[in-house]
């Protein structure tokens, strides 16, 4: 009898502290969505943080967020785009290397997002919209590849090694990854339009931690003698001496390509829009996501 008891009062003491649950207020939050922008390259072959005509690439993604009330927020993303960059972007002086590169992009990013205004005004089912401005900050892992276009067909720029790497000379830097570690800031102004959606316009700027986004790096020109023995010698010479292709005469063998204290980076804007997923209560599982709990089965 006693046993009972004790478990008559347990089981009362679980469903009041469960009955408190399902009222109690949810402090974390997920958020999920699409997103659409726009990206452009920064780097060797584009000095200026300035987009140029010709040279933005369209981007699309999917993120998920968790939110700590409306104060900071983690969010797990992935951005699919393109780069592209030319000489003629970065001065007339320039211009005779004739180097050109264009690259899809694929960019896991992991992001903290601070709010700096706004962060304790309630949404309620009379609020219209609340603007929440933040400080982005994080990291991404960007796979790229440069390409180019000889002949009618494109080139993969690092699997022909345009400074050497695949020839037999400890002179010439190691073949490059075609991944890469980004470090990411920028801001974002989120604005809600109701309980559940919020519509967020993001711009950062990627600082990549590589100098091959464009496949020009600081290596030297190849030797023209070690050029003559590469199994595509006459891709390489032309590619790797661009400048050939415009009548130019070559570079000087032992000059570098590019800047070697320079690493490439990139813009992101867009926007996103985000869904609420769960309840504003700690309920049950069965009520965390509202799209499902709508359905009838």
Do not use: C
């Amino acid at each position: 009898m006693k046993l009972l008891k004790v478990a008559l009062f347990i089981g009362f003491v679980a469903f009041v502290g469960e009955a408190k649950a399902q009222y109690k207020k949810r402090e974390w939050h997920t958020y999920a969505g699409p997103s659409v922008g726009t990206m452009y390259y920064v780097g060797e072959l584009k000095k200026t943080s300035l987009p140029a005509n010709g040279y933005l690439h369209a981007s699309i993604g999917a993120r998920i967020m968790t939110q700590y009330k409306r104060l900071i927020a983690l969010q797990a993303s992935y951005t699919f785009g393109g780069l592209s960059g030319y000489d003629t972007l970065v001065s007339p002086v320039l211009h005779n290397r004739a180097y050109e590169f264009t690259t899809k992009t694929h960019d896991v990013e992991f992001l903290v997002k601070l709010t700096l205004l706004n962060q304790n005004k309630r949404i309620t089912r009379s609020t219209k919209t609340v603007v929440y401005p933040k400080l982005v900050a994080g990291l991404g892992f960007l796979n790229f590849k440069p390409m180019r276009e000889y002949k009618g067909q494109m080139i993969d720029l690092r699997a022909l090694g345009t400074e050497g790497q695949y020839l037999n000379n400890a002179a010439y830097p190691d073949p490059y990854g075609s991944w890469a570690l980004g470090l990411k800031l920028g801001s974002e102004i989120s604005i809600t339009t109701g309980q559940r959606t919020t519509i967020d316009f993001y711009g950062y700027y990627t600082m990549a931690q590589t100098d091959y986004l464009d496949d020009v790096g600081g290596g030297a020109h190849i030797d023209v003698a070690d050029l003559n023995q590469a199994d595509n010698s006459q891709m390489l010479a032309d590619l790797a001496y661009a400048r050939i292709l415009n009548g130019q005469p070559k570079g000087t063998p032992g000059q570098t390509r590019g800047n070697p204290e320079t690493n490439d980076g990139y813009f992101n804007f867009g926007i996103a829009v985000s869904y609420r997923l769960t309840e504003l209560g700690k309920g049950s599982y069965g009520n965390s996501i509202p799209l499902i709990n709508r359905i009838r089965f």
